[in-house]
């Protein structure tokens, strides 16, 4: 339902258009976005890859339990290979059909996520968990800067984004029973991810030619505070709630 609502948000334009015009073709493309990226709602390919590589990952566990972990980093390891441009000369569309679908890139995320649910408490002693995260965000800077010399559309497929994702998980656990507040707004972040965009490109409509990075830090603050409220506004009526949590 959430998926469907959102598509529909950021896409009625192109549905509009679409069938006012019985435009075949885009009626094709639309769906092709629908099962894909999310269309205009670009950041929505989050769903259908986190549905396929849910997919995946019980499939591994249940058929190649000992093999699982090998064989998702290695699909991302392909991942990084193609967004790091080696495989130029690819055949098929990689960035989408391939990976921001789930194929590639989520299934090691979820793996690793649920493996790390089982660790002894021992394990969330601070200073490795810092050492990751800052490890990680160090390798990503670096991957980034050698293959494409700053950031561009795939800097976020990087092996420090993996490392970085662990330490961030592994510092969410630990500190989930000292901030119940903060933990408690993790059931609205789907409805806050899913509807920071609008408020990304009111923003950014607004505002344009007037950067400053006080400007940039307060929109951030602004954009993450009011996704969260309409998240919290949609959760509290019952027709739309499966939108949000």
Known sequence: PAYGAWFLVYNCHAIYRAVTTL?????????????LDGGVGFHLWFLPGLFVGLGIVFVLLRHLPRQALAIVLALYVVAVAIHARLWVDAPIPASLLLSRNGVL??????????????????????????GLIAGGAGLHLVEAHATFRGFDSGHDVTFGVLLLSIGVFLAALRGQGHMPRVAALARFTLGAYAAHVLFLDAATWMFAGKGSAL?????????VALSFALAFMLSRLPYLRRTVV
Do not use: M, T
């Not at 435009?23 to 769906?31: G, I, T, Y």
């Not at 890139?105 to 810092?130: K, T």
């Open 105 to 130: 890139e989520a299934p090691v995320f979820l793996l690793v996520g649920h493996l790390l649910r089982h660790l002894p408490r021992w394990s969330q002693n601070i200073v490795p968990i810092l």
């Open 215 to 223: 400007l940039g830090l307060a929109l951030l603050v602004a954009i």
């Open 23 to 35: 435009d075949v073709r885009e009626a094709a493309k639309l769906a092709g976005h629908f099962v």
